[in-house]
């Protein structure tokens, strides 16, 4: 099978299959990517460990911080207490919610996507919000993105450049 083909089969696997956990699985949110395919996850009790990505996920399938797996314990590890198995997406959370198995620690939060989204109505509101604000909020540029890799040039006129353009002006 080839690497194209190999990719495809597992990327439909991820999106179409609806798994539900098995009684040794738990779900678990990724806090973060350590190297080397490890990645730090904890459970909805608040229980941190390392987790392994296998060879099948590995430059096919990405995860980022705050997304949810299925993980499959490993009894013998040390670092390493499990391995993923399979990566939920926001219809997979939906589903496990209908079915009930999802984790109570997990009930509130949301997926990145619906938290940087939110709901119609909030953000709505949020609109409704900035419009009855100051003007001064209309000026406020603090919020803009400052891009820290490039030199900060200023840009000021000088008195001296002022009185050059008045003269040539005066003898024209």
């Given at each position: 099978m080839s690497k194209a083909t190999k990719r495809k089969h597992v990327v439909k696997e991820v999106l179409e299959d609806y798994v539900t956990p098995t009684e040794d699985q738990q779900i678990m949110r990724v806090l973060g990517s350590n190297g080397n395919n490890l990645h730090e996850a904890v459970t909805g009790s608040g229980e941190r460990f390392l987790l392994s990505m296998p060879t099948k996920f590995r430059k096919n399938i990405w995860i980022k911080r705050g997304d949810f797996v299925i993980v499959d314990p490993i009894k013998e590890g040390g670092k390493v207490k499990g391995e993923i198995s399979f990566i939920l997406y926001r219809?997979?959370?939906?589903?496990?919610r209908k079915l009930g198995v999802w984790p109570e620690g997990f009930q509130e939060d949301r997926t990145s996507g619906e938290r940087n989204e939110g709901t119609p109505k909030e953000r709505r509101e949020g609109k409704e919000e900035e419009e009855?604000?100051?003007?001064?909020?209309e000026d406020d540029d603090s919020d803009l993105f400052v891009n820290t890799n490039r030199a900060t040039v200023l840009y000021s006129e000088s008195e001296e450049e002022t009185d050059e353009d008045e003269e040539n002006k005066g003898r024209t």
């Open positions: 219809d997979h959370i939906q589903h496990l009855e604000g100051d003007s001064e909020s």
